[in-house]
């Protein structure tokens, strides 16, 4: 005898062969709801969910900012635009009526559980009996529901391994678990071979297990969740790689650009300059071959004079002209200075091939190696730093040759200094640091590492706070990291060391803050002009017993 199955039972037919380009109906089904898909769309990974569903999971991600897809948990930064895919909208609906045409005939394909007391064309269980050790369709389920015989039979999703709980020895179902032996028996295997063994109950067992089950599952949450918030971290990280290098190419640009652009203004001015300076010496050249040219002519004339002289025969009025003309004869001597007019051309080709050398050298430098990248490297620039006590604050107890300050609400007495800290919990360094240099600050809870310029005040708490004016940078790390320079406060992420490392390189205007464990991992960096030596500074925040050490790197 046949039946109409249920709508809601519908979704569980696979219809196989007659679902269109013959593709399994579950492959139209959303994950999340398990039903047919309604306004599908599809997510940049290729799963398809019904909109809705996606949207509602979402949501509830939006306070982690985590979107991720529930199959292949494949994560989205930022969230997701959904657009319905209407190509699928169509295949589901068809899928969805042809779904409906083989329900209302009663199928059972080969996935499903056949019912055990449908004759001829069998239909899908709906729930097995573990009392019967048999699967029931809807139509033959209802004893079990109606029937006071069939009262404590306990009924469970249909399920094709009932044998499974059936003993192969003794044929009875297997309700009791044996500890020693760690399997499951029947009650006649505990009074036979298992006997004096520590036995319990099949539900027992089960609820023991199922309660490691759950601590397990939380851990592996609770892993899952780490381990996301890792991907997340990685993945700002790399935005944050790839914000500075694009900022740093751009940066770049414009410095060559204008660089080429002053070579080039420059250039002009020189070739000005040299064409100026051409001019002028050729005018002053040509003035002079003038002069020269007349004086030529000057004296050729004289010569023609005194060679017709030559040729007077009456030598009364040779000599008479002659002495007339050696009174008016001028000398043709005259000293000029020698003077070396490609002297400025050369001095300025010079000049000009010192500027190329010295730029080449600039250009030649290998800027993208200026920071190292392990920790081996780092210590080739270690830096023994200790503390000044005359910078210390009344309550910073300093220990371990003044590399250690451990915080006591006691408060210590020290004599007056000028450049003792009044209002914040910090001290300095005792000397300045310029060139590359490498520390390591092993730390409690609450403390910030900071470097500083020595002239920073030492009272009024903008003034002289780390990290709240213009002339000192912090990396404070509590629960969580944070940077300050010039009272512009920053989050950092990073993970948890009780070790920080800090690399400066003065000249470049390079400061670092790494967190030092197995690997260093860079936590914040800082670009800019230090026009100053730099002081190692620490601060601690009011909490008793908190310490903060300056490593020793020998």
């Given at each position: ?11 569980d ?7 269109p ?5 579950v ?10 898909l309604k306004e ?27 979107y991720?897809c529930p199959?292949c ?23 969805r ?11 059972c ?14 239909l ?8 019967c050790?048999a ?7 209802q ?22 709980s059936i ?11 044996c ?5 499951c ?27 490691e089950?759950?601590e ?13 918030k ?12 790839n914000?500075?290098a ?8 414009e410095?060559f ?12 001015e ?17 003035e ?8 030529i002519t000057k ?8 060679e ?17 003309e ?13 003077i ?27 800027w ?10 780092f210590?080739?620039?270690s ?11 009344n ?12 915080f ?8 007056q200094?000028?450049?003792r ?6 001290v ?5 640091l ?20 020595k002239?920073?005040?030492?009272s ?10 213009e ?6 790390c ?19 060391s ?6 400066l390189?003065?000249?470049a ?6 967190s ?11 670009q ?16 008793n017993?908190d310490?903060?050490e300056?490593?020793?790197l020998?």
């Amino acid at each position: 005898m046949g039946c109409v199955i249920p709508p809601e039972r519908v979704l569980d037919l696979d219809l196989q062969g007659e679902v269109p380009f013959g593709v399994s109906k579950v492959k139209f089904c959303c994950s999340i709801c398990l039903d047919l898909l309604k306004e599908p769309v599809t997510l940049p990974c290729g799963h398809n969910y019904c909109m809705s569903c996606i949207q509602t999971h979402w949501d509830t991600d939006d306070q982690v900012k985590i979107y991720k897809c529930p199959q292949c948990q494949k994560i989205f930064i930022p969230r997701p635009v959904l657009v319905k895919n209407t190509m699928l909208e169509d295949l589901v609906e068809e899928v969805r009526m042809t779904g409906l045409q083989a329900a209302n005939a009663g199928q059972c394909s080969v996935r499903d559980v056949a019912c055990d007391f449908c004759t001829g064309r069998k239909l899908k269980a709906v729930k097995s009996c573990l009392v019967c050790l048999a699967s029931y369709c809807e139509e033959h389920l209802q004893p079990h529901y109606q029937s006071p015989t069939f009262k404590k039979h306990k009924l469970v999703e249909a399920s094709g391994k009932l044998q499974d709980s059936i003993c192969s020895r003794h044929d009875e179902v297997m309700k009791i678990f044996c500890r020693t032996d760690q399997q499951c028996i029947c009650i006649v295997c505990s009074m036979d071979e298992h006997k004096g063994h520590d036995t319990v109950s099949a539900a027992t067992e089960r609820s023991e297990k199922q309660k490691e089950l759950s601590e397990r599952r939380q851990k592996l949450q609770q892993r899952i969740l780490d381990l996301e918030k890792d991907v997340v971290e990685r993945q700002q990280e790399m935005e944050a790689i790839n914000r500075s290098a694009d900022k740093a190419v751009e940066d770049s640009v414009e410095i060559f650009t204008k660089l080429i652009h002053l070579i080039k203004k420059r250039s002009s001015e020189v070739k000005q300059q040299i064409r100026s300076q051409q001019e002028s010496e050729v005018s002053q050249v040509k003035e002079l071959q003038e002069k020269l040219e007349q004086e030529i002519t000057k004296v050729k004339r004289k010569d023609g004079e005194l060679e017709e002289l030559s040729r007077t025969e009456d030598h009364t009025q040779f000599l008479l002209s002659y002495s007339s003309e050696s009174q008016s004869a001028e000398s043709t001597d005259s000293q000029r200075p020698k003077i070396n007019r490609l002297l400025y051309f050369e001095d300025v080709m010079a000049a000009v091939t010192a500027a190329r050398d010295k730029l080449k050298d600039i250009l030649a430098e290998k800027w993208t190696s200026v920071e190292p990248t392990t920790r081996a490297e780092f210590l080739q620039y270690s830096r023994q730093i200790i503390m000044d006590p005359d910078t210390a604050n009344n309550f910073l107890v300093l220990s371990e040759g003044n590399r250690k300050i451990t915080f006591n609400d006691g408060k210590m007495t020290y004599s007056q200094h000028p450049d003792r800290f009044i209002d914040m919990f910090q001290v300095l360094a005792k000397d300045g640091l310029t060139g590359r240099c490498y520390w390591e600050v092993e730390k409690s809870r609450n403390v910030g590492v900071a470097v500083t310029y020595k002239s920073i005040r030492r009272s009024g708490f903008n003034a002289c706070a780390f990290g709240f004016n213009e002339k000192s940078w912090i990396l404070n790390c509590g629960s969580s990291y944070t940077f300050r320079h010039d009272n512009q406060l920053k989050s950092v992420s990073g993970p948890r060391s009780s070790r920080v490392g800090v690399y400066l390189d003065h000249s470049a205007g390079i400061l670092s803050f790494y967190s030092v464990s197995d690997t260093m991992t860079l936590l914040h960096r800082v670009q800019t002009t230090f026009t100053q030596p730099l002081y190692a500074g620490l601060r601690l925040f009011g909490l008793n017993g908190d310490t903060a050490e300056l490593c020793k790197l020998d």
